[in-house]
Every structure is written in C-alpha cells, then in structure tokens.
T-cell receptor
Framework: DTAVSQTPKYLVTQMGNDKSIKCEQN?????MYWYKQDSKKFLKIMFS???????INETVPNRFSPKSPDKAHLNLHINSLELGDSAVYFC????????????FGNGTRLTVT | GNSVTQMEGPVTLSEEAFLTINCTYT??????LFWYVQYPGEGLQLLLK?????DKGSNKGFEATYRKETTSFHLEKGSVQVSDSAVYFC???????????????FGKGTKLSVKP
C-alpha cells in the first residue's frame, strides 16, 4: 500500500541512451512533481502537473519530458542522457497546488557512465 | 518568489544532546512552513509543519515555532537519538496560497549524525 511508488530504484546507463522513470500515487492527490537531488542533497523542482496539466516547467533541458497519462501517474522520459544527469530523481504528490505537504517516493538513483 | 536559508552541516552530536538547526525565510505574506527529514536511501518525509505565525509544529520530539518577527522556523529537539541521524530540510511554498506555483522550495539540507 505504498503511497508514492517510483521505478526503477536504480538505473545505470551509458551516455546517449534514452530512459524512463515511472511514478504512481494512490493517495488521490491532484498534483504530482518531479524533483532532482544532486550529490550535495540539494533539491530542485523540475516539473509539476495538476490533474494531468503541466503547471511548472523549470529550466530543464528539453531532453527531459514528463508525461501524465492520468492524475495518478507522472512519468519522466530522458533522451540522450549526459553525465551531468546523474542524480537521484524524486517523484512526489500533494493534495493540491497551494502549498499542501508533499508525499515523496523513495527516489530513483540514475548513474550515467 | 519565496526563499529559504538553512544552516549548513554536517552536524555531529552525541546521543541525548540538544539539537538546533536554523532556518530563516523570506516571503510575502505568511506561508505555511515545513520541516522534512530524509533517512538514508529514502525519500523525504514530512516531519512537522506550522501554518501561521506563532504556531508550533511538533512530532517525534522535534519542535519548530513559526516566528514572523525574526522570519525563522528553527528545528529543535531536546535529546537526540542515534535513529535521528538523517538529513533535515526546511521548506515553504514557492508562492503564497492562491499563487499559481504551489510547489515547495527546500533549503540545502542539514546532515545530522548522532553518535552513541
């Protein structure tokens, strides 16, 4: 009965490849997010969807493309992976987009070699 | 938008020591304030929150008081345990209630290590 689940937990791949990370929440929340955490633990918002509509798209290379097939899912596809993409990617959800608490998945550690 | 500044770590304490992790913010209005905790290998979990000035959030022995005079939300615990070893993040909404960007922004995190 995991609230926010993301797969895979670990992802090791070579430069230039394309990969996807999947996220699902069973909390009935309207809003979902992708955050990137770097090696120094700094968290930065990448994208946010509200009821399948993109509402936040921070300065992220267009190699990153989120997709929300329904409000319970938010997937992240990354094209032409680069070394600098190595990080931990967290999916999160919240009841609404007015600053309500976030519920996080356990993260996907992406390593690009 | 709003912003948050958090004391840098790492912080190393002995078991039963007193903990303070400083957090200050800049914001228009009075947004809700949050502390999140990240245990090794896990995602962030909400530790406590306060929704208005002078509110005190508390959970698992941790406390933080929303102080508008000093724009601070310092995290405290009277007696830490080894199991409290984690990274702690202060957070607030990017914009206030009613704004179009309700995502949380996080401080840089403070790593706490508690030794037996």
């Amino acid at each position: 009965d995991t609230a926010v689940s993301q797969t895979p937990k670990y992802l090791v791949t070579q430069m230039g490849n394309d990969k996807s990370i999947k996220c699902e929440q069973n909390l009935g929340h309207d809003t979902m997010y992708w955050y990137k955490q770097d090696s120094k633990k700094f968290l930065k918002i990448m994208f946010s969807y509200n009821n399948k509509e993109l509402i936040i798209n921070e300065t992220v290379p267009n190699r990153f493309s989120p997709k929300s097939p329904d409000k319970a899912h938010l997937n992240l596809h990354i094209n032409s992976l680069e070394l600098g993409d190595s990080a931990v990617y967290f999916c999160a959800s919240s009841r609404d987009r007015e600053g309500s608490p976030l519920h996080f998945g356990n993260g996907t550690r992406l390593t690009v070699t | 938008g709003n912003s948050v500044t958090q004391m840098e770590g790492p912080v190393t304490l002995s078991e039963e020591a007193f903990l303070t992790i400083n957090c200050t913010y800049t914001a228009t209005g009075y947004p809700s304030l949050f502390w999140y905790v990240q245990y090794p290998g896990e995602g962030l979990q909400l530790l406590l929150k306060a929704t208005k000035a002078d509110d005190k959030g508390s959970n698992k022995g941790f406390e933080a008081t929303y102080r508008k005079e000093t724009t601070s939300f310092h995290l405290e615990k009277g007696s830490v345990q080894v199991s409290d070893s984690a990274v702690y993040f202060c957070a607030l909404p990017h914009m206030n209630y009613g704004g179009s960007q309700g995502n949380l922004i996080f401080g840089k995190g403070t790593k706490l290590s508690v030794k037996p």
